[in-house]
Nanobody
């Protein structure tokens, strides 16, 4: 059973930075795609960033240039480093991975950016 445990959210002033973490119960991220989603109040969940097993990354246009998705050397924690945060980044952020055609989600972590 894969479990994803998130940490690192919080309250930050616009222009600040946060690093979100998603820890797995095993070294799964080195050979599985991992994604970060976010859901702002009243909005649908949207894809924020993707880390592919070959190390390539994809970012939503609104996050490009100020966000980095990465994993540790052991492949059991994935990070989302967000800089120059804006109030519109306020959302609940979720990590997700897909193993053997089954989706696994983290519990979500709140990020609130105030002006």
């Amino acid at each position: 059973q894969v479990q994803l445990m998130q940490s690192g959210g919080g309250l930050v002033q616009a222009g600040g930075s946060l690093r979100l973490s998603c820890a797995a119960s095993g070294s799964i991220f080195s050979h599985n795609v991992v994604q970060w989603y976010r859901q702002a109040p009243g909005n649908q969940r949207e894809l924020a960033a993707v880390l592919y097993s070959d190390g390539d990354a994809w970012y939503a246009e609104s996050l490009k240039g100020r966000t980095t998705i990465s994993t540790d050397n052991a492949g059991n924690t994935v990070y989302l480093q967000m800089n120059s945060l804006k109030p519109e980044d306020t959302a609940v952020y979720y990590c997700k991975t897909d193993i053997n055609e089954r989706d696994y989600w983290g519990q979500g972590t709140q990020v609130t950016v105030f002006p």
